[in-house]
């Protein structure tokens, strides 16, 4: 699946505030490189059906055991074995006797005693990858965990890694703590660098399946078909603490839909709750949803959040423009799209404005190989669109009680024709503060 740069913020996958990020909101991890391999994952949508499957069920199987995950593991485990293959030691007694050994010990004190530290946070490596292994049942392997674990078992098969998964350190002789340490050092590092990086990508998958538990998000039915579609039920916005639920349906038979309704009504949200879903879809992740069906995309690509470049001279207005270029050219290769666009044409005139969006929406409606969800504030085009029997018309619906704005957020059949601009003016009190501009 193809997204680029741009989209990925639309959708705040990644946000420098934590709390608009979604990687954030999914982070369960309980290392470093398990929070580095789940950023990986979470920027590399899957390739294929079988892909996506595969990963639904590592996280299905890692979900089973989240609950009785053993605790052996820390980040700070993960950082004393890094600290240990990255400090300069002097050179361990290549066959160490019980003399050689304590006169290391004696005239490298400090070396010594890192060593004998260290070995105790290897032996706990070593013992939480077996409490690993035997906790998860075989028969909830996927092809990724069956490798990963199966690797795992090797390379915990070596060399005296089970006399070091089984000793205290504190009670190791001078002797032992040479010999396991050069052992690690010299012959097992490369070996535990991997096993490092096989723990991170549990961790991440682990930190996935705690995330769908603890939000309840329900795994996608995926469909090999030829057209672009997806229905979903109750769906909502991951990140909302009070979401309220959409129900959506695009088809090929069905594949634009217009949406329009006054400023803060919900448009956004809706676009990017569509948006977030499918491309969790396409990580192999649970969605926020009561139901959600879908095909295979091969991409999705959003024109939401677009900015001027001063540096480059380049307007608002030009970027909407390459934007939307750029849209018209992924398109047209007749492959399977998504895509989402908010409000188009901020960056001129009205009259230009309503003259540009026309025309673009009646040529972006001549693809059938793509799903698009367009809002737009300006309702006045809709009518001119009633003729294409492809595009649904949909609003959200505001409401003015005693002057003040109700939002439902629910969507209703047609298009919107409210102006609320000017009370939102008058209701958060600019209004009154231009009159008083003056006057004192």
Request: proline fraction near 2%; charged fraction near 20%.
């Amino acid at each position: 699946m193809q997204i680029d740069k741009t989209t990925i913020q639309d959708l705040s996958i990644f946000h420098h505030e934590q709390e608009q990020a979604i990687c954030s909101m999914l982070d369960f991890t309980h290392t470093n490189d398990g929070r580095n391999y789940l950023q990986f994952v979470l920027s590399h949508p899957l390739d294929s059906i079988a892909a996506i499957h595969d990963t639904q069920q590592t996280i299905r199987a890692l979900s089973a055991v989240a609950d009785h995950w053993p605790p052996t593991i820390t980040n700070g485990t993960i950082m004393m074995m890094e600290k240990f293959f990255d400090t300069a030691i002097n050179s361990y007694p290549h066959q160490p006797t019980v003399l050689s050994a304590l006169f290391y010990k004696i005239f490298n004190s400090h070396d010594f005693s890192l060593t004998r530290y260290s070995i105790q946070h290897f032996a706990d490596f070593f013992t939480g990858l077996q409490q690993i292994l035997a906790c998860i049942d075989e028969d909830t392997y996927s092809k990724k965990l069956s490798a990963w674990l199966q690797r795992i078992r090797q390379l915990l098969d070596k060399g005296m890694i089970h006399e070091i998964a089984q000793c205290k350190a504190e009670k190791l002789s001078a002797r032992e703590v040479i010999i396991y340490g050069r052992f690690l050092r010299h012959h097992f590092k490369i070996a535990t660098q991997e096993l490092i990086e096989l723990f991170a990508k549990i961790d991440a998958y682990l930190s996935l399946a705690i995330a769908c538990k603890k939000f309840n998000l329900l795994f996608p039915e995926f469909e090999a078909a030829d057209e672009p579609f997806v229905t979903a039920e109750n769906l909502f916005h991951i990140l909302l603490e009070k979401p309220v639920p959409y129900s959506v349906d695009l088809s090929h038979h069905k594949n634009f839909l217009f949406l329009t309704g006054a400023n803060m009504a919900g448009k956004s949200t809706f676009i990017k709750a569509l948006g977030v879903a499918v491309y969790l879809a396409h990580l192999g992740i649970g969605v926020p949803a009561k139901s959600f069906k879908l095909s295979f995309f091969d991409g999705i690509l959003s024109n939401i959040h677009v900015m001027d470049n001063i540096v480059k001279g380049e307007s608002y207005f030009f970027n909407e423009v390459q934007r939307i270029k750029n849209t018209i050219e992924k398109i047209s290769d007749g492959k399977k799209w998504l895509i989402l666009i908010d409000e188009l044409f901020k960056g001129t005139n009205m009259e230009d404005a309503m003259k540009c969006s026309k025309t673009v929406i009646e040529g972006l409606n001549k693809s059938r190989n793509a799903l698009f969800v367009l809002s737009t504030h300006l309702y006045e085009i809709g009518g001119s669109l009633q003729q294409h029997d492809n595009m649904i018309f949909r609003y959200f619906e505001t409401s003015v009680v005693k002057d003040q704005l109700m939002f439902s957020y629910q969507l209703k059949d047609g298009v919107s024709s409210d102006r609320l601009g000017y009370l939102i003016l008058r209701r958060e009190g600019v209004i009154d503060m231009l009159n008083e501009i003056g006057t004192k």
